[in-house]
C-alpha cells in the first residue's frame, strides 16, 4: 500500500514543497519588510512587563482600572512614588509591605503612568522651570573629571617610594681604615689611628 504510485507522488510533492521553502530567502514577506521598521514590543523584557502589570492590578483593586485617566495626574506625585520605591528597593527591600508587590515593579507602573498622561494630554507638568538642557550632563562629567583626578592621584601615593626622594650626596663620607678604626671605638683595630694619620693615609 505504501508503494502505491499514488502514495509515492504524495512524497515526491511534499519533498518539493519543503525544499522550496527552505530555499526561499527570509525577510520576502511585506509584513516582514514593514515590521521591522516599527519598535520591537519584544524587546521589554518579560520581567518588567509581568512586575509592572502585578503593580496595575494592586492599583485596580485599590482605586479601579486606568483610575488615572479620570483625573489630572500630577507628575511629582508619580515621580516621588516612583523614588520612594527605588529606594526601598535598592536598601535591601524586594516587596512593598502593604501590597506585596516588588518595589521596581511599582516604580515602572508609576512611569507607565506618566508616560500615558504625557501621551494623552491628562499631565499636570509641574517640574522645575528648565533653564538649561544640559545643565546634569556638564555637572556629571566635571564631576567625573575629578574624581578621575583623585584616583590617579591617590594611585601616585600607593606607588611611591622612599628611595624616589634620595639626592646624591655631594661630599661623600671618608672611607679608610681610620674612619673604619673610629667607628669601631678602636675595639679590635689592628693599626693605631694616630700612626695611620702620620703616615698620611687619612684623606
Same mark, same amino acid.
Given at each position: 500500500?505504501?508503494? *502505491?504510485?499514488?502514495?509515492?507522488?504524495?512524497?515526491?510533492?511534499?519533498?518539493?514543497?519543503?525544499?522550496?521553502?527552505?530555499?526561499?530567502?527570509?525577510?520576502?514577506?511585506?509584513?516582514?519588510?514593514?515590521?521591522?521598521?516599527?519598535?520591537?514590543?519584544?524587546?521589554?523584557?518579560?520581567?518588567?512587563?509581568? +512586575? #509592572? %502589570?502585578?503593580?496595575? /492590578?494592586d492599583g485596580a483593586e485599590k482605586?479601579?482600572?486606568?483610575?488615572?485617566?479620570?483625573?489630572? /495626574?500630577?507628575?511629582?506625585?508619580?515621580?516621588?512614588?516612583?523614588?520612594? +520605591?527605588?529606594?526601598?528597593?535598592?536598601? #535591601?527591600?524586594?516587596?512593598?509591605?502593604?501590597?506585596?508587590? +516588588? +518595589? $521596581?515593579?511599582?516604580?515602572?507602573?508609576?512611569?507607565?503612568?506618566?508616560?500615558?498622561?504625557?501621551?494623552?494630554? !491628562?499631565?499636570?507638568?509641574?517640574?522645575?522651570?528648565?533653564?538649561?538642557?544640559?545643565?546634569?550632563?556638564?555637572?556629571? !562629567?566635571?564631576?567625573?573629571?575629578?574624581?578621575?583626578?583623585?584616583?590617579?592621584?591617590?594611585?601616585?601615593?600607593?606607588?611611591?617610594?622612599?628611595?624616589?626622594?634620595?639626592?646624591?650626596?655631594?661630599?661623600?663620607?671618608?672611607?679608610?681604615? /681610620?674612619?673604619? %678604626?673610629?667607628?669601631?671605638?678602636? /675595639?679590635?683595630?689592628?693599626? *693605631?689611628?694616630?700612626? $695611620?694619620?702620620?703616615?698620611?693615609?687619612?684623606?
Open positions: 500500500m505504501h508503494d *502505491s504510485p499514488r502514495m509515492m507522488e504524495m512524497f515526491r510533492m511534499f519533498n518539493e514543497a519543503t525544499e522550496r521553502k527552505a530555499d526561499k530567502p527570509l525577510g520576502t514577506n511585506p509584513k516582514d519588510r514593514i515590521g521591522s521598521t516599527k519598535v520591537s514590543i519584544t524587546k521589554l523584557p518579560a520581567a518588567g512587563v509581568i +512586575h #509592572g %502589570a502585578h503593580a496595575m /492590578v482605586y479601579g482600572p486606568f483610575n488615572w485617566r479620570d483625573n489630572k /495626574v500630577i507628575a511629582s506625585i508619580y515621580v516621588d512614588a516612583a523614588i520612594r +520605591h527605588l529606594l526601598n528597593w535598592f536598601e #535591601g527591600q524586594e516587596l512593598a509591605t502593604d501590597s506585596e508587590v +516588588h +518595589h $521596581l515593579g511599582h516604580a515602572i507602573a508609576c512611569c507607565a503612568i506618566l508616560l500615558d498622561a504625557q501621551e494623552t494630554g !491628562n499631565l499636570v507638568d509641574d517640574r522645575p522651570v528648565c533653564g538649561d538642557p544640559d545643565v546634569a550632563d556638564r555637572i556629571l !562629567n566635571r564631576l567625573a573629571a575629578i574624581i578621575k583626578r583623585r584616583k590617579e592621584a591617590k594611585t601616585v601615593t600607593m606607588n611611591f617610594k622612599p628611595n624616589d626622594l634620595e639626592l646624591p650626596i655631594a661630599n661623600p663620607p671618608m672611607k679608610g681604615p /681610620v674612619i673604619d %678604626a673610629l667607628a669601631s671605638g678602636f /675595639v679590635g683595630a689592628s693599626v *693605631s689611628p694616630l700612626a $695611620l694619620i702620620g703616615n698620611g693615609n687619612a684623606k
